[in-house]
Each structure stands twice: as C-alpha cells, then as structure tokens.
C-alpha cells in the first residue's frame, strides 16, 4: 500500500486530502509502520543507504515469526547494516499482529 505524498506537520505547506484506504488481511497478518529513518540509514559494504525495497524484503522475510523475535531481529539487522556509522536519522518501526 503507498501511502499519500504530503507531510502531516512540518515546513511543507501542501494541502490535500488523506484518501481512505483499505485492504483484506489474513489471520495473525503483521501491519507495519516506519518512518523513513529506518531504510535511509547509510551502511553496508559499500556505505550506502539500506533503501525502501530492500526494508520490505528484510520485513517479509521475519513476519512468520514471534512478535518478540521481529524485534529482536530488527535491532539486530539495523546495527548490522549501520556498523560504525552514526544513526542518520529518526526512526521508528510500528508491527502489528492482527
């Protein structure tokens, strides 16, 4: 799901709409939330940044497991990928086990 392209707060002044959306869900799905701190992070082998694509790979690949396990696994893949590197930028990652 994309979601709308303008800012909720901040120096943008854009004014629009939210639109609706809606989506059909299985049992026990995970919803996830996250600011774009977390693929903006720069590190790697070759010092760049994480990228969208390659964070929903990373989610898809821990949603069948504990909720508990998805946090741990996150810390853990946030630090690999950032190593020495200071963190860039805010980040937060909301799951959601419907």
Known sequence: MVADKFSIGGKEKKEGKFSLKTFQ?????MLYAFSDGIYHQIGGPKGSKLQKSNFI???KSIQETS???QERLLHI???AWKGKT???DDIIVVGIQV
């Open 77 to 79: 893949h946030h630090n």
């Open 86 to 88: 200071e963190q860039t």
């Open 57 to 59: 790979d990373f989610l």
């Open 67 to 69: 909720v508990d396990e």
């Open 25 to 29: 869900y299985k049992e026990r799905a």
